[in-house]
Structure formats: structure tokens, C-alpha cells
């Protein structure tokens, strides 16, 4: 599997737990842990929550959105 691929496949599964967790709107934002991520899905998070386009978001007291 490429790096692309995976990269794919894990922002697709924290995207997942982010909406089965309610985090929908920068109201509704969630911890890690509020979202169920395991080590290597809060690894990538930093990766992923940093893109200029990205759905994922970040609120200043670490708490994530999409």
C-alpha cells in the first residue's frame, strides 16, 4: 500500500469516529479520547489536522472537529 493510500485510509477512519462522536462543528469538538483514537490514528491526526484543506480542524484546546 502506498503512503497515499494509507493516508487515505486513516483519515477516513478518523474522519469516521470524529462524526459517530458528534464532533461536527467547532461547538461540538471532541478530545482524542472523547473520540475513541488509537495511537496510530492520533499519530496522523498532527499530520492530518494541519493541511491547509483538510475537513479535519483543531480548536486551540486540542480538541478536534470536522
Known amino acids: 500500500m502506498s ?3 494509507l493516508q487515505f485510509r486513516i ?3 478518523i474522519i469516521s469516529k470524529l462524526k459517530e ?3 461536527t462543528s467547532k461547538e461540538n469538538a471532541v478530545t482524542v479520547q472523547e ?3 488509537d495511537s496510530r ?3 496522523w491526526l498532527t ?3 494541519g493541511a491547509f484543506l483538510d475537513k ?3 480548536t486551540k ?3 478536534y472537529y470536522i
Open 35 to 37: 473520540a475513541g483514537l
Open 61 to 63: 484546546d486540542q480538541r
Open 41 to 43: 490514528e492520533q499519530n
Open 11 to 13: 483519515r477516513y477512519k
Open 47 to 49: 499530520y492530518l489536522a
Open 21 to 23: 462522536a458528534g464532533a
Open 56 to 58: 479535519i480542524k483543531k
Open 3 to 5: 503512503l497515499t493510500g
